[in-house]
């Protein structure tokens, strides 16, 4: 019950204590007598080797007040209860609907059941919790062991029920195995905090209120968000969950890293932050994690997904349920902060979707810092000593959720979710849409990665190295840091997100899907043969492979019958479509499906980004003259790399460069030889387009499109008006879809929500938003300019687009491959 994890029996035995004390956390008699014949058979004697008097106390605070936090001698505190096991099937005690069919559960019969069970030797056992001396249970409650000296037993005894109970589950685990630890007495215990209790004082101070009032809202608070997980529920839910996705997709898991994830898990709490693209994400990564015998994380969730009958379940499952705002709410963000530094100090692994929501456009989104605020500042507070934080990649061959999110797109409402929206998604996962492939990235230790950005961390109390495997010590927590954290701290955290973001990105795999739909995108509104399909493809497989890229099951692209499999599939999702009345089969994207085929593309689409760069950047540098061409080139790949800022995350300018560097020597090996004052010459062309395939058009077209219909609509304002950011990206949509119909825009997938928006935070950062007063003329026509010379960029950074476009060996229609 003290942290003795790791002590042998042995240990305990040298303590050899004159007394015992039991205490029995027994819910029936028949427990109480189970535990009973196993006292006095010895039983703890043979499992602890203490010969000493015994004494049984029920586990209750008001028992454990009267008859033990007083006594004067120092007895050896021992919690023994009856783990109640499900019938053993397949290797796996779990629990399965023919169980409850018995109205009973395995794991918690009732009296009936567990008379009958008595006899089955195989479904119970006696379980002791770690033993700790009375003395040393004082030692580790300071705080309740001197009100204890002022003639107030109860803190005490609480905290010896909230020791016992822990040391009990820790028990059960080693049995049933930590795919099965839950916390319990959570509530119980963040209000008994003195830390905790004098933050919520301090509160009350600031807002004027009584000390009660805010207590009363704490707990409402508490209540609201803590996950009471249930085993008994997370066996039934996944049953019930896993069909959706099981017969969905096969999951397909990278699993080696594990092993080395669950030895730093005994000594760190993990956060798994994943890429978000379906609402099942979370049931694909918890059964990953579940058959690896992993704890089931807690899952922070938006409280849009807490109905009924969805929400009461989730929370028995280990669903955290958020607010989606705080507000000014200093109570609400007070007990957030608490409870997650409570759920990180416990070592309970966690999980959330750090991009804020699902993806709209199959890419990462920027990155939301909230909850990585909270997360800083229980490391700031040497709450914990460390947490890992493990980036995730799930990313799926084909998805049926996406009609509805490429409405949204295009300025259609998203439908709230409720039973008759759950009912409507089940129903459309009755289809098999290949494999969906999870990827764990290299874990990354926020203390050290903070530290590394800057954040004036205070020093831990134990700084344990990352291969160490065993616990950390445990150190009393400083009360809570404000999650007010200045700009220092904001930047570091920002950092620390776009290092998982880019740790997602670099274990994101290449699909085939992600593949076709990059080669029919880029060759506008013609149809495809399949051997022209595999001529666009071939030279982009070959360099994939030369950079060694993760990827799926890329080799079904080589082969002519298991391509036009992949294509019949994109046909009846509805994403392509095929003509088959002429000579032979011709393939192109689905009228009205392009920002679906976008999705697939997109989910890939950033191993191709610094190679469409380094197309730009060539041609752009060819238009100038010598001696300036290669300033020019690297001047143009840095303007490129600003401009897309806010769609991929690029890294420092010393390892872009280094990266742009290694891109040109996969086109030139010998671009080493270069100097500084030579020219590029017309023969870099050739070699580009030798390579077999151009990559601007296909991967950045879109983006620079929707980029050019913000920025126009920016210049045709007035620089006086108040921009409403709502109004404006609705603006962007109708207009949008105008100049598509005129063929200002090269493709539907440039007119939607997701790219209007990010292109307006790049606006924002170039200073093109700022409202200038009607009465200051000059600095109105300056903005209007600014505005005016942006539009201009951006149209022709979209002509050299095209030049790379007419540059594409594909555009030069071939028969057969």
Aim: glycine share 6%; hydrophobic share 45%; proline share 5%.
């Amino acid at each position: 019950m003290i942290d003795h994890r790791g002590d042998s029996p042995a240990s305990v035995r040298a303590a050899a204590p004159d007394s015992v004390v039991a205490l029995i956390d027994a819910g029936s008699g028949v427990e109480r007598e189970l535990v009973g014949t196993w006292l006095a058979e010895g039983g703890l004697e043979h499992e602890l080797g203490v010969d000493a008097p015994i004494t049984q106390l029920d586990l209750d605070a008001g028992a454990i007040g009267d008859r033990l936090v007083g006594r004067r001698d120092d007895p050896l505190v021992v919690p023994i209860r009856v783990l109640w096991l499900p019938p053993e099937r397949d290797g796996v005690r779990r629990i399965t609907f023919a169980d409850m069919a018995l109205l009973t559960n395995p794991r918690k019969p009732n009296r009936l059941a567990q008379r009958r069970l008595v006899g089955k030797s195989d479904r119970h056992v006696v379980l002791t919790g770690q033993p700790a001396l009375l003395s040393e249970l004082r030692a580790n409650n300071p705080e309740a062991a001197a009100l204890l000296m002022k003639g107030s037993a109860e803190p005490f005894a609480r905290a010896i029920v909230r020791a016992a109970v822990v040391a009990l589950e820790r028990a059960e685990r080693s049995v049933i195995g930590d795919r099965y630890k839950v916390p319990r007495l959570v509530a119980e215990e963040i209000l008994d905090s003195p830390d905790f209790l004098r933050r919520l004082e301090l509160i009350a101070d600031q807002l004027g209120t009584s000390p009660h009032e805010v207590y009363r809202r704490a707990e409402k608070a508490l209540n609201e968000l803590v996950a009471a997980q249930s085993r008994l529920v997370t066996d039934l839910f996944t049953q019930a969950m896993r069909p959706i996705h099981a017969s969905t997709w096969k999951v397909d898991s990278d699993d080696s890293g594990l092993d080395g994830l669950r030895a730093l898990n005994r000594s760190y709490p993990l956060v798994f932050l994943p890429s978000h693209r379906s609402y099942v994400d979370a049931f694909v990564l918890g059964d990953v994690l579940a058959r690896n015998d992993f704890p089931p994380n807690h899952v922070i969730g938006g409280a849009n997904l807490s109905f009924w009958p969805m929400g009461p379940i989730a929370r028995r499952t280990g669903t955290v349920f958020i607010r989606r705002s705080f507000g000014d709410d200093e109570v609400y963000k007070a007990v957030v902060e608490e409870y997650f530094a409570y759920l990180l100090a416990k070592r309970f692994n966690m999980e959330w979707y750090f991009e804020g929501g699902r993806t709209r456009t199959g890419k990462l989104r920027p990155p939301r810092y909230g909850l990585l605020n909270y997360l800083a500042a229980a490391v700031r507070s040497n709450r914990i000593d460390d947490v890992l934080l493990v980036p995730v990649s799930i990313t799926y061959e084909r998805l049926n959720e996406l009609g509805a999110i490429a409405t949204e797109q295009v300025g259609g409402k998203k439908k709230p979710e409720g039973l008759a929206w759950l009912a409507r998604y089940v129903r459309s996962q009755q289809h098999s849409a290949g494999h969906v492939y999870v990827r764990f990235g290299e874990p990354l230790s926020a203390r050290d990665r903070l530290a590394a950005y800057g954040d004036p961390l205070t020093p831990a109390p134990t700084i344990i190295p990352l291969h160490r495997t065993e616990p950390a010590g445990t150190e009393p927590g400083n009360i809570a840091a404000s999650a007010e954290v200045t700009e220092l701290e904001r930047k570091a955290v920002q950092r620390l997100a776009f290092e998982v973001a880019v740790g997602i990105n670099a274990v994101t795999p290449i699909t085939v899907n992600a593949l076709v739909t990059l080669a029919l995108l880029g060759v506008h509104e013609r149809a495809l043969t399949l051997g022209e399909v595999r001529t666009v493809l071939a030279p982009v497989l070959r360099y994939i492979e030369k950079r060694d890229l993760p990827r799926g099951e890329l080799a079904a692209l080589r082969d002519e019958q298991s391509l036009a499999v992949v294509l019949e599939q994109l046909s009846l999702a509805k994403v392509v479509t095929v003509y088959r009345g002429g000579l032979e089969p011709v393939y192109s994207i689905e009228s009205g499906a392009h920002l679906e085929a976008a999705f697939y593309r997109n989910s890939a689409v950033h191993w191709f980004i610094n190679r469409a760069i380094l197309e730009l950047s060539i041609l752009a540098a060819l238009e100038m003259q010598a001696p300036d061409q290669l300033r020019a080139g690297w001047d143009e790949a840095f303007r490129l790399r600003d401009l897309l800022k806010f769609e991929f995350f690029f890294p420092e300018r010393a390892e872009f460069s280094a990266q742009m560097t290694a891109e040109m020597l996969l086109v030139d090996p010998e671009w080493h030889q270069h100097t500084a004052t030579d020219t590029l010459g017309e023969d870099i062309l050739h070699k580009l387009t030798a390579s077999g395939f151009m990559m601007a058009h296909r991967a950045l077209r879109a983006f620079v499109d929707a980029q050019l219909v913000v920025a126009e609509r920016l210049a045709a304002r007035d620089s006086a008006e108040e921009i409403d950011r709502k109004e404006f990206i609705d603006e962007c949509v109708a207009v949008g879809k105008q100049m598509l119909l005129q063929q200002r825009l090269h493709s539907p997938e440039s007119v939607s929500t997701e790219l209007f928006a990010s292109a307006l935070k790049l606006a924002d950062n170039h200073g093109l938003l700022t409202r200038v007063s009607r009465d200051s003329a000059k600095p109105r026509a300056e903005l209007t300019q600014r505005r005016i010379e942006f539009a201009d960029q951006l149209r022709t950074i979209a002509a050299l687009i095209s030049q790379a476009a007419a540059l594409d060996p594909s555009n030069m229609p071939v028969r057969g491959a």
